[in-house]
């Protein structure tokens, strides 16, 4: 399990019985999960291309000697999805069965109200990178709160009756606060090749010097998504069933409410 860059993981472990890796267990799945860590200053120069080229290799070869496998399922979450994506797309002779994507952005031509904050015209990624370094949290996370003050009001108008829900929200609120700097050097790739030029979806993107296709990615592949969300739309992960060459790829997507009220019939947690 591979996580983003700007929060910390245990979202995906967040309560007994709200917690994805806790499903898998007990469905005899082995998981390991990959932990970025907390980005000091003297990682403010690492790159996309440091991640997908020498941290994930490094992870996927000890995850293979630990559990003596030959190959295994590589499932990422918003930016740890992009990055394996890109891992899978430059790397032909990957040891991976399956890519499960949960709500990733490929095509950011159509990301909605960050596409209006983040053009050329109206933010300076340059200027902000070079006077802060990595970015802290606290400003990733103001333009996310912004955009769920609508979900937000949903879910409160949903839940109302559900005697879990304050729990849940509790855990789920601590967690948004619990963010990580995003690494400098990273941010400005994030925001001026993928939203502000959107290089991945034309094959404009460069790592490490070669042109990323993602139409070399042949692995089987599911990219999950949530109807009503707010942060990465449905806009931006359809066209990854395009992108790729894989025989067997799918899109599954569910409404919010269905994930909140731990709906099993849905097909999860």
């Given at each position: 399990?591979?996580?983003?860059?700007?929060?910390?993981?245990?979202?995906?472990?967040?309560?007994?019985?709200?917690?994805?890796?806790?499903?898998?267990?007990?469905?005899?799945?082995?998981?390991?999960?990959?932990?970025?860590?907390?980005?000091?200053?003297?990682?403010?120069?690492?790159?996309?291309?440091?991640?997908?080229?020498?941290?994930?290799?490094?992870?996927?070869?000890?995850?293979?000697?630990?559990?003596?496998?030959?190959?295994?399922?590589?499932?990422?979450?918003?930016?740890?999805?992009?990055?394996?994506?890109?891992?899978?797309?430059?790397?032909?002779?990957?040891?991976?069965?399956?890519?499960?994507?949960?709500?990733?952005?490929?095509?950011?031509?159509?990301?909605?109200?960050?596409?209006?904050?983040?053009?050329?015209?109206?933010?300076?990624?340059?200027s902000l990178v070079d006077a802060m370094g990595n970015v802290p949290p606290s400003f990733i996370m103001s333009g996310a709160n912004l955009l769920r003050v609508?979900?937000?009001?949903?879910?409160?108008?949903?839940?109302?009756?559900?005697?879990?829900?304050?729990?849940?929200?509790?855990?789920?609120?601590?967690?948004?606060?619990?963010?990580?700097?995003?690494?400098?050097?990273?941010?400005?790739?994030?925001?001026?090749?993928?939203?502000?030029?959107?290089?991945?979806?034309?094959?404009?993107?460069?790592?490490?010097?070669?042109?990323?296709?993602?139409?070399?990615?042949?692995?089987?592949?599911?990219?999950?998504?949530?109807?009503?969300?707010?942060?990465?739309?449905?806009?931006?992960?359809?066209?990854?069933?395009?992108?790729?060459?894989?025989?067997?790829?799918?899109?599954?997507?569910?409404?919010?409410?269905?994930?909140?009220?731990?709906?099993?019939?849905?097909?999860?947690?």
């Open positions: 399990m591979v996580y983003a860059l700007i929060n910390k993981p245990y979202i995906l472990d967040l309560l007994p019985g709200r917690s994805l890796i806790e499903y898998l267990v007990k469905h005899g799945v082995d998981i390991y999960l990959l932990d970025w860590g907390i980005p000091g200053q003297e990682d403010r120069r690492l790159r996309f291309d440091d991640l997908v080229t020498e941290y994930l290799p490094q992870a996927i070869e000890r995850v293979k000697k630990t559990s003596g496998k030959d190959h295994l399922n590589l499932f990422g979450y918003c930016i740890g999805g992009l990055l394996i994506m890109l891992y899978a797309a430059t790397h032909p002779d990957a040891p991976l069965s399956s890519l499960i994507l949960l709500a990733t952005p490929i095509d950011f031509s159509h990301a909605g109200f960050v596409s209006t904050w983040f053009t050329p015209g109206s933010f300076d990624v340059d609508r979900g937000t009001l949903s879910l409160v108008q949903e839940s109302i009756g559900d005697a879990r829900v304050p729990e849940v929200w509790s855990a789920f609120s601590l967690w948004g606060l619990d963010g990580v700097p995003f690494p400098g050097e990273a941010f400005r790739q994030w925001i001026k090749d993928f939203y502000q030029e959107n290089k991945l979806v034309t094959n404009q993107l460069l790592l490490a010097g070669h042109h990323v296709h993602l139409s070399q990615i042949t692995t089987p592949i599911m990219t999950i998504a949530a109807e009503s969300d707010h942060l990465i739309p449905l806009s931006q992960i359809k066209p990854t069933l395009e992108a790729v060459s894989s025989a067997e790829k799918e899109l599954f997507h569910f409404a919010w409410e269905s994930f909140w009220t731990g709906d099993e019939s849905e097909g999860g947690p």
